[in-house]
């Protein structure tokens, strides 16, 4: 695990790695004084001056923001030029997961994403590339249930993380990714996991109104609900209610209002009777 520290004057910045290693990163970051973007000097001054709690309260969650893609922005550029221990990922850091798990506040970290853009910067591209590398280096581990599940959950983080902003190709190419890792299994353990990633894939698609391959993402979520209802268990474990509501929404984009309305009901009627079977059980 590799810490990275802010200073006070958000110029200079602290890695806990190998003594080496920190030498080498501290000439590198001579090169990189300058951020690629600007900061909203005059925001901040705003929400500074205000009395306003819900200022003040914005301020706190502005300055972790800032400090964060600061963070992110330096990591990037120590990756690209190979200055960091082997084996790290930055898909994989502590900074990215920090991001993802807070969705409630994804629209401050586009603002800079964006700027960052303008300026021939994409740090998304950096870490879906990332990401492929994970599962590129992991592809052997595709039978273990938890490497599945910590791949799976950060794949779906990433996906909508993107897709809250319209980064639908970035998104897709992390939903190609995870689904080609999953294609290496057909152990049972898996086959939940396949059927939630096309039910994602489908959403993606729908957003992106892409329809054509909507629906066949859509048909291959049908394909796995065929072999997971073939479980004696299988019923119980299988929510097809997303399912139905992605179908509902396509059909309604197309323009079937009275079969976008039937499952849109079916979407309901199914989480309404999932509902009630974990309420009593």
């Not at 802010?6 to 190998?18: E, I």
């Not at 300055?63 to 990037?76: A, D, F, G, H, Q």
């Not at 599940?149 to 990714?177: C, P, R």
């Not at 019923?235 to 976008?260: F, Q, V």
Request: aromatic letters at 12%; proline letters at 2%.
């Amino acid at each position: 695990m590799f810490e990275i520290i802010l200073a006070d004057d958000h110029s200079l910045w602290l890695l806990n790695v190998p003594k080496n290693d920190y030498c080498n990163i501290m000439n590198g970051l001579s090169m990189d004084k300058t951020s690629s973007f600007q900061i909203p000097e005059e925001h901040f001054h705003k929400l500074e001056k205000s009395s306003d709690s819900v200022d003040k309260e914005q301020l706190v969650h502005e300055t972790k923001t800032l400090e964060r893609v600061k963070k992110l922005e330096l990591v990037t550029v120590l990756a690209r030029r190979k200055m960091l221990p082997a084996g790290f990922e930055l898909c994989m850091c502590d900074i990215v997961q920090e991001i993802l798990r807070e969705p409630q506040y994804y629209h401050l970290y586009f603002k800079y994403l964006k700027s960052l853009e303008a300026n021939d910067v994409n740090l998304l591209q950096d870490i879906v590339s990332s990401f492929y590398s994970v599962l590129k280096s992991n592809s052997k581990q595709a039978r273990n249930s938890e490497s599945v599940k910590n791949f799976t959950g950060l794949a779906f983080s990433l996906i909508d993380f993107m897709m809250e902003y319209g980064y639908y190709t970035d998104a897709e190419k992390v939903m190609s990714g995870l689904m080609n890792f999953l294609s290496e299994s057909h152990h049972l353990d898996i086959w939940m996991t396949k059927y939630q990633g096309f039910v994602k894939l489908m959403r993606l698609r729908n957003r992106n109104y892409d329809f054509t391959t909507a629906s066949l993402a859509y048909h291959n979520a049908v394909e796995m609900t065929w072999q997971i209802k073939m479980m004696s268990f299988g019923k119980d474990i299988l929510d097809e209610g997303e399912l139905c509501n992605e179908l509902s929404h396509m059909l309604l984009e197309l323009g079937s209002i009275n079969p976008a309305f039937s499952w849109s009901q079916s979407a309901l009627k199914v989480c309404l009777e999932m509902c009630w079977f974990w309420e009593n059980h």
